[in-house]
């Protein structure tokens, strides 16, 4: 029953659910295919974002959200560790308008954030996703589906989401 009530809630949204266990996980919903840009200017697909098979990271921000930059910044202090040990791959996307969306770069670049940074000026991505509030960070399976997302952000949170990411990794179920 539980089960149905949330698909019926995710269509309603207009989001694809997917209401199967895939093995270690249970898929929330596939990713969209919405047209975003990286920091350059290429128009990139969402539902082609891919991480070689292994696990990746969506995290919804905004320059203007101190919880959002917190959160970034303490998943950049270990980032190269999580590479080493899990293979997973961030992409950040600003939620950012044309009118905020030039300071993306500059506090990327002051950050020394090395993620891959994507900007959803017309918001489309994050309508696509459901996400209302950010910070918003979703963990997406080598398959492209969303298996689970974490809403807001305190210290230490990050830790959440590494071991998600271990335990897709070593096949084990997530706890949604």
Request: glycine share 6%; net charge negative; hydrophobic share 45%.
């Amino acid at each position: 029953m539980k089960n149905i009530l949330i698909a019926a809630l995710l269509l309603f949204t207009g989001i694809t659910v997917l209401a199967q266990e895939t093995g270690a996980d249970k898929v929330l919903f596939k990713l969209p295919g919405v047209t975003v840009t990286d920091l350059k200017g290429t128009k990139i697909n969402t539902d082609k974002l891919f991480n070689e098979g292994k696990p990746f990271i969506i995290s919804f921000w905004a320059t203007w959200c101190k919880p959002c930059v917190k959160e970034l910044t303490a998943i950049a202090d270990v980032y190269e560790d999580w590479q080493t040990e899990t293979g997973v791959k961030v992409y950040a996307v600003s939620i950012d308008d044309s009118r905020s969306s030039a300071q993306v770069k500059t506090l990327v670049n002051g950050k020394g954030w090395t993620y891959d940074v994507l900007l959803d000026q017309n918001a489309d991505f994050k309508r696509a996703m459901n996400v209302n509030a950010v910070p918003h960070t979703f963990v997406v399976n080598g398959k492209g589906e969303i298996v689970w997302q974490h809403t807001s952000y305190s210290d230490g949170a990050e830790l959440d989401l590494i071991n998600v990411v271990r335990r897709l990794n070593a096949g084990e179920p997530i706890a949604h």
